[in-house]
């Protein structure tokens, strides 16, 4: 079998090219405060704007809105770059945006000195999120944060307050 490649010269019938562009800061210097803080300060920080955001959210446009402690809510409003070949907003970004609260729901109790990673991720995606759906608001909530491993879950909604995705989320918790 060959594959060949075909130029198609006339792609007017695509519609307008769009592009995006993205700014962060390097990680570096933030990770190296925010790791000599509490995880609850942390968040706190990068929600004040003490600290920069990381690189991935601000790729997705993940806003952190509310951080207390087990819990925390962030903002995302996705756009067109994020669409999946039938039209709608890829079930990766909500993906992402429910491993990013969970995860940081775990962070918001650990000490200075403690990490975590996610061990497992289940995600539920109840409706189709398009442009019309708004700002998505996501908010994850710790089950149970023991000392090796928490457990932490999500609800993504739309604008209009419809659930949209849930998650279930397994942490590992380590020294740093």
Same mark, same amino acid.
């Given at each position: 079998?060959?594959?060949?490649?075909?130029?198609?010269?006339?792609?007017?019938?695509?519609?307008?090219?769009?592009?995006?562009?993205?700014?962060?800061?390097?990680?570096?210097?933030?990770?190296?405060?925010?790791?000599?803080?509490?995880?609850?300060?942390?968040?706190?920080?990068?929600?004040?704007?003490?600290?920069?955001?990381?690189?991935?959210?601000?790729?997705?446009?993940?806003?952190?809105?509310?951080?207390?402690?087990?819990?925390?809510?962030?903002?995302?409003?996705?756009?067109?770059?994020?669409?999946?070949?039938?039209?709608?907003?890829?079930?990766?970004?909500?993906?992402?945006?429910?491993?990013?609260?969970?995860?940081?729901?775990?962070?918001?109790?650990?000490?200075?000195?403690? @990490?975590?990673?996610?061990?497992?991720?289940?995600?539920?995606?109840?409706?189709?999120?398009?442009?019309?759906?708004?700002?998505?608001?996501?908010?994850?909530?710790?089950?149970?944060?023991?000392?090796?491993? @928490?457990?932490?879950?999500?609800?993504?909604?739309?604008?209009? @307050?419809?659930?949209?995705?849930?998650?279930?989320?397994?942490?590992?918790?380590?020294?740093?």
């Amino acid at each position: 079998m060959t594959a060949e490649l075909v130029d198609t010269p006339d792609r007017a019938d695509w519609g307008p090219q769009r592009s995006k562009t993205v700014t962060w800061y390097e990680p570096g210097p933030s990770t190296a405060k925010g790791m000599a803080m509490a995880g609850i300060d942390h968040l706190r920080a990068m929600a004040d704007g003490a600290l920069p955001p990381p690189p991935m959210g601000s790729l997705m446009d993940f806003s952190i809105v509310e951080v207390e402690p087990g819990r925390v809510v962030f903002t995302c409003r996705p756009d067109e770059s994020a669409y999946n070949p039938i039209g709608a907003i890829h079930g990766g970004l909500l993906c992402t945006l429910l491993d990013s609260v969970t995860g940081c729901a775990v962070h918001s109790t650990l000490p200075q000195g403690r @990490g975590y990673t996610s061990i497992e991720i289940k995600v539920n995606y109840l409706k189709a999120v398009r442009l019309s759906s708004g700002l998505l608001t996501a908010t994850g909530a710790v089950v149970k944060a023991g000392s090796r491993v @928490g457990f932490a879950e999500g609800v993504v909604t739309d604008a209009g @307050g419809a659930v949209v995705a849930t998650a279930s989320s397994t942490l590992l918790i380590f020294d740093v």
